[in-house]
């Protein structure tokens, strides 16, 4: 019991001295340490007779309680010194000008996907996404994709297991299949989002955006098609006309397939949609492959419809003016100060529908 009064008195006495934090805190060190010398007294615990113990321990866990709180009030003593010194120090100029503030900008792609999603929303399409990381048989298989295709290749497509089984999507088509196995007809759907394919170079990236568009229905046709590629291109381009030709191609997913071409014309090195006799490749389309709606349980006899893909980066370069697609994700904030959106100052073709 002396050790522990003596303990007791000793660290009173110095904890009633101005001490600072470093001081404050060796204290701490030296009673409650490893080897601190109230930690010590509690491993004498065991050697002490049994029916002297508890009294022991009662006196050992009061003079405990006394110090912490005591070093608790020192330190909170001394903080509190600290900050009446730094007010009475610091002062706030209030006739200092503000910081400047540097206002961020929406990227060019993130603002012609609200383009996009807002033009078709107003002819009843709705937006759906799915994963970045897809199974090769919504990729592919479901999208009557053969396995010796192209496309399947390592050389294009970045895999992500030895099996072949999971990769990065090289098309938002899998979304197409992911809503209509989730649903039942009719479908008119738009699912824009990143993907991926091995290719790098001025107007291609490992990883670019893409819209797929998606309309089942019955009697469903080709005009339908024609009629919304009309429509949207000339919503997003804001042209009162526009020339548009259906060139026949081959997707596995569509039949028939094709590319679409919109006239063009150069004035004072700029590209203007809608006039002259040039031809410029902007989409590809065509009707719903039969073979793609068993594959998701739609009966083709009942059902059928078109879908589209479109390029988002590419319409973003045609549209303002981007000459290198590369420099989309290259985090340049001159570039993006250059050609990124004022949330408070978007174009007219902006609609305001967020995503």
Aim: net charge negative; aromatic share 10%.
């Amino acid at each position: 019991m002396s050790d522990i009064k003596k303990i007791k008195d000793e660290y009173f006495l110095k904890l009633s001295k101005e001490l600072d934090i470093n001081q404050i805190n060796q204290i701490k060190t030296d009673l409650f340490g490893k080897n601190g010398l109230v930690s010590s007294q509690f491993k004498q615990l065991g050697k002490i007779a049994e029916d002297e113990r508890k009294k022991f321990a009662s006196e050992l866990n009061n003079v405990k309680d006394e110090l912490q709180k005591l070093i608790v009030s020192k330190i909170e003593e001394i903080e509190i010194k600290e900050i009446n010194q730094k007010l009475e120090k610091e002062k706030v100029d209030i006739t200092l000008p503000e910081r400047p503030f540097a206002d961020g900008k929406i990227h060019p792609v993130s603002q012609v996907i609200d383009e996009i999603s807002s033009i078709f929303s107003e002819i009843g399409f709705s937006v759906e996404e799915g994963p970045d990381v897809e199974n090769e048989y919504n990729n592919f298989t479901a999208l009557n994709t053969p396995d010796n295709h192209p496309a399947r290749d390592m050389h294009d497509t970045f895999y992500l297991d030895e099996k072949k089984e999971l990769l990065l999507r090289t098309h938002t088509s899998p979304v197409q299949i992911r809503t209509m196995l989730n649903d039942k007809p009719p479908f008119k759907i738009i699912a824009p989002g990143r993907t991926y394919r091995s290719d790098s170079d001025q107007t291609h990236a490992p990883m670019f955006h893409q819209v797929e568009g998606l309309h089942i229905d019955k009697d469903i046709n080709m005009g339908h098609l024609k009629g919304c590629l009309n429509y949207f291109i000339k919503e997003f381009f804001e042209v009162d006309k526009i020339k548009m030709r259906f060139r026949p191609s081959h997707f596995p997913f569509t039949e028939p397939s094709a590319e679409v071409d919109i006239g063009y014309e150069i004035k004072d090195g700029k590209i203007i949609i809608g006039e002259g006799n040039k031809w410029l490749e902007i989409l590809g389309c065509g009707m719903v492959h039969p073979n793609v709606l068993k594959n998701v349980n739609v009966d083709p006899g009942e059902f059928q419809g078109y879908a589209f893909g479109i390029g988002i980066d590419r319409l973003a370069m045609l549209k303002y003016g981007i000459n290198d697609l590369r420099a989309f994700f290259d985090c340049d904030y001159r570039w993006l100060n250059q050609f990124g959106f004022d949330p408070i100052d978007v174009p007219s073709s902006y609609r305001g529908l967020s995503r």
